[in-house]
Structure formats: structure tokens, C-alpha cells
């Protein structure tokens, strides 16, 4: 779907996102929504923000999974997808910090597969993901599931592409700092979500939209495997959508 611009295509989603909250606290059930961080989502949280204080949408029956976090990181950093979360949409809405989730930077690396499979646990727990909202990287990463990525992959650590750590360097000032490694959900993770919304806005993500969208699937655009979901859906803006 191809809008004119991101703050259209933005409103879109957050619509999306609302009436899914709207219709599962009318049947008394939790909605469970997969988050995304990055630039191009923010203008869908500051959409859901507005809507929980002009239009009172409540997030008490929400259950958030964020795909990613880098590996080491300390949720105070300026860099932590933990922050970024907080700083855009769970400081101003009424969400239960209990219903989120975000994967642990934190944790010493004996610990990390265990807390890898106790994340795909809970959600499996709450029924599996009803919506996975996604941002597209340079690589064709979904998450940080890097080219190489299989298609049965599962929540955990994973070695950065050297592509996204050069795109990383400006947020940690300078490459040197980005972090070497990153814990995220699967491909098998994402592709388990009952409905899939990727984003993606501006020229710079053109050629790998192509890619994503034209493309034969292969775990060399670990994008490329959305086009197997049933439920999955592209929306760009103009300059996104200019190579299709
Ligand atoms: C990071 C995130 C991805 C995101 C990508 C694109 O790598 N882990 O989830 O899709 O950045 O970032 P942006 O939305 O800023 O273009």
C-alpha cells in the first residue's frame, strides 16, 4: 500500500493498531502486538499517543514484544531500544509495564539462550503475536536478523552485518561503539505473528524494498521471506516505493 507521504501511511497503521485494541477489549482479551524500533515507527507511536489522550484508547489489554535489543546494552543508554520504547510511546499511555517486553542487554552471555527461549515461551504464552509492526534495515534485516538468516530461526543472539553497523554509527558516535551483537526475535519468531506490517519510508530504502517485494526469497534478503506469510502487508511512501 502506497501512500504520499509517511505521516499518511503513519495514521494508517496506528488506525490498524487501534481498532485490533478496540475489538479485543470487546471480547475481554489481550491484544498482543510486536514493536518495532528505529526511526521509521515513530510517527505511528506519536499517532497512538494522540490517541490515547484525545480519543482515551486504553493499552490496559496490550501485551508488547519488542523484536530486538543490541547485546551488551544497559536500558539507561542513550542507544537502548528500552529508552527508545519508554522516550516514544510507554512514558504517555496507561500500558502495565508487566504486559512489556523488551529482550535483556543486560544479561551475562550464559544466560542469554535460556532467556532467548523463555522469551519465545511467554509469548507463546499469550497466544502467539497478533501483530508484528517492521522497520526494513539496509541488509534486508527484519529485527536484526541478518542476511543468513533462516527461515525457521528463533529468538537470539546474533553477530551484526557490518552494513548495519556503519548505518548504527552516527546514534553511538562513530562505529567503534556500536555493539558487535544483538539479541532478536527470529524469522520463524516474526513469521509465527498472525498479521505482519512492514514500513518503510524515504528513497534510501527503495532499492531493498524492491528487493523485498520483487525479489526471489532467499535468507540473502532475510525480508524477502514475508512474501510466504498470508497476512503480511508493504506500506510505503512515494519515495520507498519509487524502484517497484
Ligand atoms: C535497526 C532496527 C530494525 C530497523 C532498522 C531500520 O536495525 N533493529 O528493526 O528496522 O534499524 O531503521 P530505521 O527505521 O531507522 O531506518
Same mark, same amino acid.
Given at each position: 500500500?502506497?501512500?504520499?507521504?509517511?505521516?499518511?501511511?503513519?495514521?494508517?497503521?496506528?488506525?490498524?493498531? =487501534?481498532?485490533?485494541?478496540?475489538?479485543?477489549?470487546?471480547?475481554?482479551? =489481550?491484544?498482543?502486538?510486536?514493536?518495532?524500533?528505529?526511526?521509521?515507527? @515513530?510517527?505511528?507511536?506519536?499517532?497512538?499517543?494522540?490517541? $490515547?489522550?484525545? /480519543?482515551?484508547?486504553?493499552?490496559? +489489554?496490550?501485551? @508488547?514484544?519488542?523484536?530486538?535489543?543490541?547485546?551488551?546494552?544497559?536500558? !539507561?543508554?542513550?542507544?537502548?531500544?528500552?529508552?527508545?520504547?519508554?522516550?516514544?510511546?510507554?512514558?504517555?499511555?496507561?500500558?502495565?509495564?508487566?504486559?512489556? $517486553?523488551?529482550? !535483556?542487554?543486560?544479561?551475562?552471555?550464559?544466560?542469554?539462550?535460556?532467556?532467548?527461549?523463555?522469551?519465545? /515461551? =511467554?509469548?507463546?504464552?499469550?497466544?502467539?503475536?497478533?501483530?508484528?509492526?517492521?522497520?526494513?534495515?539496509?541488509?534486508? $534485516?527484519?529485527?536484526?536478523?541478518?542476511?543468513?538468516?533462516?527461515? +525457521?530461526?528463533? @529468538?537470539?543472539?546474533? @553477530?551484526?552485518?557490518?552494513?548495519?553497523?556503519?548505518?548504527?554509527?552516527?546514534?553511538?558516535?562513530?562505529? /567503534?561503539?556500536?555493539?558487535?551483537?544483538?539479541?532478536? *526475535?527470529?524469522?520463524?519468531?516474526?513469521?509465527?505473528?498472525?498479521?505482519?506490517? *512492514?514500513?518503510?519510508?524515504? /528513497?534510501?530504502?527503495?532499492?531493498?524494498?524492491?528487493?523485498?517485494?520483487?525479489?526471489?526469497?532467499?535468507?540473502?534478503?532475510?525480508?524477502?521471506?514475508?512474501? +510466504?506469510?498470508? +497476512?503480511?502487508?508493504?506500506?510505503?511512501?512515494?519515495?520507498?516505493?519509487?524502484?517497484?
Amino acid at each position: 500500500e502506497i501512500f504520499s507521504d509517511s505521516q499518511k501511511a503513519s495514521l494508517a497503521v496506528a488506525n490498524r493498531i =487501534k481498532d485490533l485494541i478496540l475489538a479485543k477489549q470487546k471480547a475481554n482479551e =489481550k491484544f498482543v502486538l510486536g514493536l518495532a524500533t528505529g526511526s521509521t515507527p @515513530t510517527k505511528v507511536y506519536e499517532e497512538l499517543v494522540r490517541m $490515547h489522550k484525545e /480519543e482515551n484508547l486504553s493499552f490496559q +489489554n496490550v501485551v @508488547t514484544f519488542n523484536l530486538d535489543e543490541y547485546f551488551p546494552m544497559q536500558p !539507561d543508554s542513550l542507544q537502548s531500544y528500552v529508552r527508545f520504547m519508554n522516550e516514544y510511546l510507554f512514558d504517555h499511555i496507561d500500558i502495565d509495564r508487566n504486559n512489556v $517486553h523488551i529482550p !535483556d542487554g543486560t544479561l551475562a552471555m550464559e544466560d542469554v539462550s535460556k532467556f532467548c527461549q523463555d522469551y519465545e /515461551e =511467554k509469548i507463546k504464552g499469550f497466544g502467539g503475536l497478533d501483530m508484528q509492526i517492521l522497520g526494513i534495515g539496509r541488509t534486508g $534485516h527484519i529485527g536484526f536478523n541478518e542476511p543468513g538468516s533462516m527461515a +525457521n530461526s528463533r @529468538t537470539r543472539l546474533i @553477530t551484526l552485518d557490518q552494513i548495519t553497523r556503519t548505518d548504527a554509527a552516527s546514534d553511538f558516535f562513530g562505529e /567503534e561503539f556500536v555493539p558487535r551483537r544483538a539479541i532478536t *526475535m527470529g524469522v520463524g519468531t516474526i513469521m509465527a505473528a498472525k498479521e505482519i506490517i *512492514m514500513m518503510a519510508w524515504g /528513497e534510501g530504502k527503495a532499492r531493498i524494498i524492491k528487493e523485498t517485494v520483487e525479489g526471489s526469497i532467499s535468507d540473502s534478503v532475510p525480508a524477502t521471506y514475508l512474501q +510466504n506469510h498470508d +497476512n503480511a502487508k508493504v506500506i510505503l511512501d512515494d519515495a520507498a516505493a519509487a524502484d517497484l
